[in-house]
């Protein structure tokens, strides 16, 4: 199965309305897991099979806070909802191994 696909079954959609929005995270999320793991300066141009469940997860963390980026929690209609992670990034730093922590 296909990371788009992938993500769009943990989100819960059927139809291919989001296809062009979560490719763009996915996207994001891929070159944010090469730089991260691997460093800047690295030939990688694919994400490792490994890495893909953290791409997929970031990517699902990153839709779920669209229009909550960067805060821990969020309160509509006496109803609050905390985050794990308050970005994408966030959750790619904090689960996906560091270049630093790999040499």
Excluded: C
Aim: no cysteine; aromatic share 10%; proline share 4%.
């Amino acid at each position: 199965m296909a990371a788009i696909d992938k993500a769009k079954s943990i989100l819960g959609f059927t139809d291919t309305e989001h296809d062009e929005e979560l490719s763009v995270y996915l996207e994001l999320a891929e070159q944010e897991l090469l730089v991260w793991t691997y460093g800047k300066s690295s030939s990688l141009t694919e994400l490792p099979s490994w890495l893909e469940p953290i791409q997929v997860m970031a990517v699902v963390t990153g839709y779920n806070q669209q229009g909550a980026e960067g805060e821990t929690y969020q309160t509509v209609d006496g109803v609050t909802h905390s985050f794990s992670y308050p970005t994408m990034i966030e959750y790619i730093h904090r689960n996906a191994p560091s270049y630093a922590k790999l040499i």
